[in-house]
């Protein structure tokens, strides 16, 4: 039994996600439906961007333990990416009334804050956490996140240098130090600090697409188009990957090979107007006015914040269609 829990535990560690998730499952029934398996299971979940599933695990492991506090930060962390409210603020009061002075209830508490756009506060709650518990790698790094939400760069990087001084394999903090060198333009630097974190963990598909962002802004395109193949193969529903796939693509004149992709995203995020306008000026590139004045179309309708540069797009193509007319006349 203990070769098994520590088997899983070790492919865990290595970010052999699925591999863990496959090993807890081959626990005792027993075994498996405690608080501290289903925890793990729930962080392999999360580690593959399957937050319904992790979500499923951690609600279940808390039925079991109610007052295992251990595991509240990433169970926090998923409700903020689902953008569930209502949840997030209940398991707050839950652990904030168990135990207001654990690190652990501040983290959910922050990520409650934070999602309510509340950065301030929610910097506060995490800064405290730090307090209670100096060596949570995990509190300095959603203090990262917060400052770098709010602009502030160097406070930041210090959050994220601080994580990694205490866990050198916590891969968050150095893609967050990738993410704010790419914010800065600084592509070399947001590049290798990027491939660090994926020397961590090798099967992350977020990390293989901001990888291939920082590529394809460093003009190393045919780089860029691999990081990004691997980031689809590893999740076929990671809509950012497809985007920026079919980016790296158009910027290689491979227009039949960004329709695919895009017409494939739109399956994906049929709401998504900004895949609209993309695909409006791969039709026109393609010789397609008509289909590409459907998407422009659907892209205002879609996207009313944007409504300038669609307009300008629409207006810009009307005016050939109207050049080309008087050319065969």
């Known amino acids: ?129 730090i307090q209670l518990q100096p060596d949570l790698a995990y509190a300095y790094t959603l203090s990262g996140h917060e400052y770098s939400a709010n602009d502030d760069f160097e406070k930041a990087m210090a959050c994220y240098r601080s994580a990694i001084r205490i866990d050198e394999r916590h891969y968050n903090a150095w893609y967050g130090l990738g993410n704010i060198y790419y914010r800065q333009e600084k592509y070399d630097f947001a590049e290798h600090h990027l491939r660090k974190a994926l020397l961590i963990n090798p099967c992350s598909s977020p990390l293989y697409c901001y990888l291939g962002m920082a590529l394809h802004s460093n003009l190393k395109t045919t780089q860029a188009l691999e990081m990004l193949s691997n980031a689809i193969a590893i999740d076929r529903k990671n809509p950012l990957a497809r985007f920026q796939k079919a980016q790296v693509l158009i910027a290689l004149e491979q227009y039949d090979a960004a329709l695919v992709e895009l017409r494939t995203l739109v399956e994906v995020a049929p709401k998504e107007g900004s895949v609209y306008f993309v695909l409006g000026k791969v039709y026109k590139k393609l010789g397609q006015p008509s289909q590409a004045m459907v998407n422009l179309t659907r892209a205002l309708d879609l996207s009313p914040k944007d409504a300038q540069q669609i307009k300008a797009a629409i207006l810009n193509l009307e005016r050939e269609d109207n050049a080309d007319e008087q050319e065969e006349y």
């Open 1 to 129: 039994l203990l070769r098994q829990l520590a088997n899983g535990y070790r492919l865990l560690c290595q970010y052999k996600c699925q591999d863990a998730v496959t090993a807890f499952k081959a626990l005792p029934h027993c075994q498996y439906n405690t608080g501290w398996v289903l925890n793990q299971v729930g962080r392999a979940h999360f580690e593959m961007v399957q937050y319904t599933e992790a979500l499923r695990a951690f609600e279940q492991a808390h039925l079991i333990e109610p007052h295992r506090l251990c595991g509240m930060e990433l169970h926090s962390t998923i409700l903020w990416h689902l953008k569930r409210e209502v949840p997030l603020c209940y398991l707050a009061k839950r652990a904030i009334d168990f135990d207001r002075a654990s690190a652990y209830s501040c983290c959910v508490v922050g990520n409650c804050f934070s999602l309510q756009k509340e950065h301030d506060v929610a910097l506060k709650f995490f800064q405290r956490a």
